[in-house]
């Protein structure tokens, strides 16, 4: 079982910056692809950014492409969101997950493990 803690939630004016943590308890963290979702209240949960164990691919959906970069120190078990230029429309509660998957799924089914959410506010 995997633990996943997040950290780095706040409140930002619009055109801030933020850095999301998640911390994984495993120690095998390194064999887990990692991906960041975030959902807006009456809004279903969506993929943000996805990174492979290695930590040589990662992908992005559209909307937060050259804004946010995401990063994994497999040394540390943790995960990193790094969000520039951020906007009213990025509010939400992140939430990181872990999959089996040698692959970056996009898809809230695709992964195995989650954390409980940080929030992070945007206002303009």
């Known amino acids: 079982q995997v633990q996943l803690v997040e950290s780095g939630g706040g409140e930002v004016q619009a055109g801030g910056s933020l850095r999301l943590s998640c911390a994984a308890s495993?120690?095998?963290?390194?064999?887990?692809?990692m991906g960041w979702f975030r959902q807006a209240p009456g809004k279903e949960r969506e993929f943000v950014a996805g990174i492979s164990w290695s930590g040589g691919d990662t992908y992005y959906v559209d909307s937060v492409k050259g804004r946010f970069t995401i990063s994994r120190d497999n040394a540390k078990n943790t995960v990193y969101l790094q969000m520039n230029t951020l906007k009213p429309e990025d509010t939400a509660v992140y939430y990181c997950a872990a999959t089996y998957s040698s692959l970056i799924p996009v898809s809230t089914y695709g992964y195995n493990y989650w954390g409980q959410g940080t929030q992070v506010t945007v206002s303009s």
């Open positions: 495993e120690r095998a963290f390194s064999r887990y692809a």
